[in-house]
């Protein structure tokens, strides 16, 4: 538990709001007020229920702090789940002299789109009344994962808003989703991937909060890093680093050593090329989308490498000598045949990968650098006419090499197909296939062909 002085003692930034969120914030505190003068149905309320807090969370929070507008709202309430406020909400503003408050037409009647897959859906007690709101819309509570914590989505002044409970997660060994339940501020901040998404703006007291400690710091300094200890976070969530990568990359923010150091934990990324459910909430990862995550993570470290010594030969010899002194082609080809048909992406994710990569990694490349590598890299993969390799069909297949060495099938078989494709790949334009029989022929003893 962190000590509840560390965020009282820091100096916190003030937040300026715009006319319509302003507006937003009038219209909430006067919800909870509506809701804790109310006769609220007290079986619908946790026990010990207090008095309705509200407060902005997660990445409104930050992008205000970085001077960004942002049009999605996170709203968390200690002491309901979103789909009790957001009916609360609407109870309110179906009093006939209430929308006129907040500026909102009472002539527009509530939407009832159809909601996208993902596991959200219209509740029919949602679908009348007020005008006021662009329709409120239940994502249902997934009992495998949550007990009864129903969120709600809206628009409201134009502004799209999620109306969540405050909420703590825990994590068994058994499965990567997570059992939820009502927390505290400091739970719900902690339980975030970052630091700096874990700030919460306080309606009642028109004040940012902390409650990791970190987060303002950390903002400060431009450095991402996860509030609890981040291998354990990555275990929980191996999504996590694909999160923290792409928000480095969005901010320009820097990774924690720590963080980066459990990001190449092998663990970790033998987590990530599960098959499974990893993601948090019910999403889940389309099967091809998971198929190159999990083949960019194996294939990291070699396209990585390539890359820098893509870039020592060009800062060295120029690009005219990398084909000559860098990698020969077949050597190349082989490589990047099992990367797949998906390596312009699995490069795509490693120059990611590297760009917010920080140098305590032991690789000291900026970002040009990098970009300049990896464009040597590419240029060297089109010299050599490389870039459709995965689909270049072999001159031989497995019948033709048993016929030829009157041989069956064993483990000699997948060697012996590698060598003859290595060999098509020295040899571009050759289609005779008894040289490449030959070729196999000549590393006979070697393959252990029978």
């Given amino acids: 538990m962190l000590p509840t002085e560390t965020m009282q003692e820091m100096t916190l930034p003030a937040i300026e709001l715009s006319t319509v969120e302003e507006t937003l914030k009038r219209l909430l505190l006067d919800v909870a007020h509506f809701i804790d003068s109310s006769s609220l149905n007290t079986s619908e309320r946790p026990p010990g229920r207090l008095p309705t807090v509200l407060r902005f969370t997660g990445g409104w929070v930050r992008d205000k702090l970085l001077g960004a ?5 996170d709203v968390a309430i200690n002491n309901m789940t979103g789909l009790q406020f957001g009916l609360e909400l609407q109870k309110y503003l179906n009093i006939a002299e209430n929308p006129r408050k907040y500026g909102i037409g009472s002539n527009v009647q509530l939407s009832a789109e159809p909601i996208p897959e993902g596991g959200s859906k219209t509740d029919p007690s949602l679908s009348k009344g007020s005008g006021a709101l662009g329709g409120l819309h239940k994502i249902e509570a997934n009992p495998e994962k949550s007990k009864h914590l129903e969120t709600v989505t809206t628009k409201v002044l134009g502004l799209d808003i999620d109306l969540v409970n405050l909420r703590t997660e825990t994590y068994s060994e058994a499965s990567r989703n997570p059992q939820m339940a009502f927390g505290t501020p400091e739970e719900d901040a902690l339980r975030r991937d970052a630091t700096v998404n874990a700030l919460f703006y306080n309606l009642s007291t028109s004040s940012v909060e902390d409650f990791t400690g970190l987060g303002l710091s950390d903002m400060r ?14 275990l929980d969530d191996p999504l996590r680093v694909l999160r923290l990568i792409r928000f480095a990359s969005r901010l320009d923010y820097s990774i924690e050593s720590n963080t980066e150091e459990a990001m190449d934990d092998e663990i970790i990324r033998s987590a990530l090329t599960m098959p499974a459910t990893v ?3 019910g999403i889940r990862i389309p099967s ?5 995550i999990s083949a960019a993570f194996t294939n990291a470290n070699a396209i990585a490498s390539l890359q820098r010594r893509a870039a020592e030969h060009t800062g060295a010899q120029g690009p005219a000598s990398l084909e000559s002194q860098l990698i020969a082609r077949d050597e190349l080809g082989m490589v990047m045949r099992r990367w797949g048909a998906s390596w312009r992406s699995q490069v795509l994710l490693s120059i990611l990968l590297d760009t917010v990569r920080s140098d305590t990694s032991g690789v000291a490349q900026d970002g040009p650098s990098i970009i300049n590598g ?7 993969v089109e010299n050599f ?14 019948k033709d090499l048993m016929n030829a060495f009157n041989a069956v099938s064993g483990p000699w078989l997948k060697e012996a197909l590698n060598v003859a494709v290595a060999w098509q790949l020295r040899n571009p334009g050759v289609t005779d296939t008894q040289a490449a029989i030959r070729e196999v022929e000549r590393n006979r003893l070697r393959l252990k062909i029978p």
């Fill in 288 to 292: 091809k989308t998971h198929a190159v």
């Fill in 374 to 380: 990896y464009a040597a890299f590419l240029r060297l």
């Fill in 385 to 398: 006419d490389l870039l459709e390799v995965h689909s270049i069909k072999p001159l031989v297949n497995g």
């Fill in 69 to 73: 507008d942002s049009q999605d709202i």
């Fill in 221 to 234: 300094s431009e450095i991402l890093r996860t509030p609890l200890e981040p291998r354990q976070t990555f």
């Fill in 279 to 281: 993601a948090r909430e």
